[in-house]
């Protein structure tokens, strides 16, 4: 089931959020950890060793691009979820492994830009059927654009 209901507000001049939730079409919550300046979407994941199968971490951009991400120092897999302006996913990269330390490390990129960014425990992508043109529904406060 897609869910064509998107919570979205304009969040002028207003801090970012701490946390968020998630609602995949599945109807399932998720508890986000909100990403939103460049140094806390650069460290992301990194150093953690496990992602709870209800958590995740949603990166927020300021304009829509191919943001891409790198699994560099992190210790678990990670499925990868890219959503466009209106929340609707563009792409999903499923149980991207962690890069070996002391090797290249390759940038995942989407095939088309997209403002936000949802990573999640291994596995979930499939567990919840989820796949491109689905719509994730965001609450938070304040709310996200």
């Not at 890219?82 to 990269?93: K, S």
């Amino acid at each position: 089931m897609i869910l064509t209901t998107v919570l979205l507000a304009v969040a002028a001049a207003r801090p970012a959020p701490h946390v968020a939730i998630a609602v995949l079409p599945s109807g399932h919550e998720f508890m986000l950890e909100v990403a939103a300046d460049p140094a806390s979407r650069a460290r992301g994941y990194m150093g953690r060793e496990t992602v709870g199968p209800r958590e995740g971490m949603l990166f927020l951009f300021e304009s829509d691009e191919r943001h891409s991400f790198w699994m560099k120092d992190c210790k678990t897999a990670l499925d990868i979820v890219w959503l466009d302006a209106t929340l609707r996913v563009v792409w999903v990269a499923k149980r991207q492994l962690p890069c070996p330390p002391g090797d290249d490390c390759p940038s995942v990129v989407p095939p088309a830009p997209a403002r936000y960014v949802i990573e999640l425990a291994p596995g979930t992508a499939a567990s919840e059927s989820l796949s491109a043109g689905d719509t994730v529904i965001v609450i938070s406060d304040p709310p996200i654009r």
